[in-house]
């Protein structure tokens, strides 16, 4: 049974420019989370999907944006990026929203 | 405002002495406690939900008790595989959003 996978692994990017994280949730599960985590903090919550429609967001700019498939995978979408948006970004998934959640390996995004 | 505080930031123990991490918290209405295990540069590992005060539950070394303010992740007799960082975080008042310490790293010297 395949837990969360999250791709890519890591990404290199320049001020101003755009990405897209992708996250498949575990088998079963409906509900996807994602987070922001920066080094030495714990990880903050950006928003949460669940029947492809945002269920609720964080403190979070609307330069990060989502989307969620009809297979339950989830997009993160961050624009302009900032140097202070490197982190590690985690997907978490869970089935209903309100049950435990199980992360992903995560996404190490660094901003030049 | 909910909020979770860890303690302390960082612990370094000899294989084989016990200890304990703590986690206070402060939310409207608990909705579940939660103690994930974090190696670098990975995702955290689900270890235990907590719900009532009083509860405790056990995984092999690990056992993580709750009181209405605080949870406690004790470590008996540790092993260098037990070096990690250990988060804790309690669901919002909404009950979707995790909040997160910042966690305690453990390191275990052999």
């Known amino acids: 049974d395949a837990g969360v996978t999250q791709s890519p692994t890591h990404l290199i990017k320049t001020r101003g420019q755009q990405v897209t994280l992708r996250c498949s949730p575990k088998?079963?599960?409906?509900?996807v989370s994602w987070y922001q985590q920066a080094l030495g903090q714990g990880p903050q919550f950006i928003f949460q999907?669940?029947?492809?429609?945002?269920?609720q967001r964080g403190n979070f700019p609307d330069r990060f944006s989502g989307h969620q498939f009809p297979n339950y995978s989830s997009e993160l979408n961050v624009n302009a990026l900032l140097l202070g948006d490197s982190a590690l970004y985690l997907c978490?998934?869970?089935?209903?929203?309100?049950?435990?959640?199980?992360f992903g390996p995560g996404t190490r995004l660094t901003v030049l | 405002e909910d909020q979770v505080t860890q303690s302390p930031e960082a612990l370094r123990l000899q294989e084989g002495e016990s200890s304990s991490l703590n986690c206070s918290y402060t939310?409207?209405?608990?909705?579940?406690l939660f103690w994930y295990r974090q190696d670098p540069g990975k995702g955290p590992e689900f270890l235990f939900t907590?719900?009532?005060a009083g509860e405790e539950k056990e995984k092999e070394r690990l056992k993580a008790t709750l009181t209405k303010k605080e949870s406690f992740l004790h470590i008996t007799a540790p092993k260098p595989e037990d070096s990690a960082t250990y988060l804790c975080?309690?669901?919002?008042?909404?009950?979707?959003?995790?909040?997160f310490g910042k966690g305690t790293t453990l390191s275990v010297s052999s």
């Open positions: 978490a998934s869970s089935f209903g929203g309100y049950n435990e959640q199980f």
């Open positions: 088998s079963g599960h409906d509900t």
């Open positions: 939310v409207s209405g608990l909705r579940g």
């Open positions: 975080a309690v669901r919002n008042q909404a009950g979707t959003a995790l909040i």
């Open positions: 907590l719900y009532s």
């Open positions: 999907y669940y029947e492809e429609e945002e269920r």
